[in-house]
């Protein structure tokens, strides 16, 4: 049963301030992932463009969080600590996606024989070579335009969330808009 | 389209298309999940984790005592004396001195314990460590720690070459005799039953590495239990720091471990006592019948680069000790 502290129900806002009143535990613990849980399922989903391997990360998250949840000393920083477990985790995934990628031949050879077919939809085609654009980016730089374009976080957050100074946030944003760019322009030709 | 354009198009399409792949809310399916996580037990983990923790636990502390049983002996062995460091203490030459020098024979090389260490510790964090950088990190370590342990293991085997033996003999209660067919001299122990005898051989270091001389290796399963052979009872350094021999008569000093660098050697020797058949004194090497019996193979353990090692001792001379046709230690 979700959302329940110590045995009653918890009203949506409250959890904080009963945390500071009671041990943290598995009640608590439920209520705050449960409160987050569909913006880290939402947020997994864009980042791995995988809804059953975001679930999967999310599950990930939430295992790993509830490990290290009784050594957490503040719990009004569970949101921003369990969003840097879960994108850890979907960083880690997209990393051993890129060891194992597979090139979609079916589609390769379609492009290949019937250019054609892609100028059907102009649309879709910005879209999708915007998409392989996403996929080739680095690991880090997939989470970070997921982060900025997709959870609107601004640069100090995204800082936060990923562990990294400012600055490699602005320059790894930088680098990625920039391969963007390019790939939305070479679809354009 | 100015550059700023380009840029609001380029972010609307962004958040486009990763607006379409936003599924939505959790499913049920997920919350239903989650939701279990914290029921597994107190500490998170379910039984099968915890009972695998546990093991990986206990294989950390076993790889940790097996790296620290190798690591603390190779730190902390203490320098021997080489051939020109300080002299040793000189004694009167004791032929009933028993001991000194005579190891046991290498049971399980260090090398064996480290890749053995390399692998467990290795194979731990492999074992404990998500996928992703320390994955990688890990699987790098091995690699490299194999790497580097088997060049060490080929460079202190092939690199060092055996120690040789060579030249220079002095004998106490043995008596020399013409060369034999394949040039090694027949070398006749005359002592009594149970007395003692000696002979030196140097010992030269033909690798290009230091080496540590650590004794004469005293097997018995080799050595001991045929009644028959001399007994090997101790090793002794000849005196001369120079070079020069001075014989079981001269200064000696008993064993200690001896640093040798490349090319440097020294000289030994070693005390045995004739066995309970030994012919004696009244031994004539021409045309007697009395039966013969050679001493049994030895090896000198040496250590380099901290592994040990042992190599034969190939003695230019063929020490014979004559025994008694009808010997009452046999009866």
């Keep these: 049963m979700l959302g329940s502290l110590v045995g009653r129900p918890v009203e949506r806002g409250a959890a904080r301030a009963q945390l500071r009143v009671v041990t943290p535990g598995a009640d608590a613990f439920r209520h705050l992932v449960e409160r987050q849980l569909d913006a880290s399922y939402r947020l997994a989903a864009v980042i791995l463009d995988d809804r059953v391997e975001a679930e999967d990360a999310v599950h990930d998250a939430a295992v790993a969080a509830w490990r ?19 994108v850890n985790g979907c960083r880690d995934r997209l990393r051993a996606r890129a ?50 374009f997709h959870a609107d976080l601004t640069v100090p957050a995204i800082a936060d969330a990923l562990a990294i100074p400012e600055g490699t946030v602005k320059s790894r944003l930088h680098h990625a808009m920039g391969r963007l760019r390019t790939a939305l322009a070479e679809a354009d030709r | 389209m100015s550059e700023r354009d380009d840029d609001l198009r380029l972010e609307r399409e962004l958040r486009g298309l990763l607006g379409d792949r936003d599924p939505g809310p959790a499913p049920y399916g997920l919350r239903e999940r989650v939701d279990r ?23 950390g502390l076993a790889a940790a005592v097996v790296l620290v049983l190798v690591a603390v002996p190779l730190v902390a062995k203490p ?80 690199a060092a070459g055996p120690v040789a033996s060579s030249g220079g003999i002095g004998v106490r209660n ?75 008569t001269g200064p000696v000093a008993p064993f200690g471990p001896i640093d040798l660098g490349p090319g440097e050697f020294t000289v030994l020797w070693l005390v045995w006592t004739a066995s309970p058949c030994a012919a004696g004194p009244s031994f004539e090497p021409i045309g007697d019948e009395t039966a013969l019996v050679g001493i049994p193979e030895l090896r000198v353990a040496y250590s380099v ?19 008694q046709a009808t010997c009452p230690a046999l009866d």
């Design chain 1, 68 to 86: 290290g949840f009784a050594a957490l000393r503040d719990p009004d920083r569970f949101d921003a600590w369990f969003r840097r477990i879960l």
């Design chain 1, 99 to 148: 060891r194992r990628r597979v090139v979609d031949v079916g589609r390769e050879l379609a492009d290949a024989e019937h250019p054609r077919v892609a100028d059907v939809a102009e649309a879709t085609a910005v879209r999708d070579a915007l998409a392989r654009a996403i996929d080739s980016l680095a690991p880090e730089e997939q989470v970070l335009v997921a982060l900025r």
């Design chain 2, 37 to 59: 996580v914290p029921g597994r037990d107190a500490a998170g983990e379910s039984v099968a984790e915890r009972a695998r923790r546990a093991i990986v636990a206990a294989l």
């Design chain 2, 79 to 158: 320098p021997g004396p080489g051939p020109g460091g300080p002299p040793m203490p000189v004694v009167t030459f004791d032929p009933t001195l028993h001991g000194p020098g005579l190891v046991p024979p290498p049971a399980l090389e260090a090398e064996v314990l480290v890749v053995l260490g390399l692998l467990i510790v290795a194979g731990l964090v492999l074992a404990v460590a998500p996928s992703g950088p320390r994955r990688a990190l890990a699987a790098f370590v091995l690699v490299a720690g194999l790497a580097v342990g088997g060049a060490q293991i080929l460079l202190t085997h092939a």
């Design chain 2, 174 to 248: 043995v008596e020399p005799s013409d060369p034999a067919r394949d040039g090694r001299y027949p070398v006749y122990v005359t002592a009594a039953p149970g007395d003692p005898f000696s002979f030196g051989f140097s010992v030269r270091n033909e690798g290009p590495l230091p080496i540590r001389l650590e004794g004469v290796v005293r097997d018995p399963a080799v050595h001991d239990g045929v009644v028959d052979y001399p007994t090997l009872r101790a090793l002794w350094r000849d005196g001369s720091s120079q070079g020069g021999v001075t014989g079981p």
């Design chain 2, 305 to 323: 680069l901290g592994f040990a090692r042992t190599a034969v001792i190939d003695l230019p001379f063929e020490i014979l000790q004559p025994y």
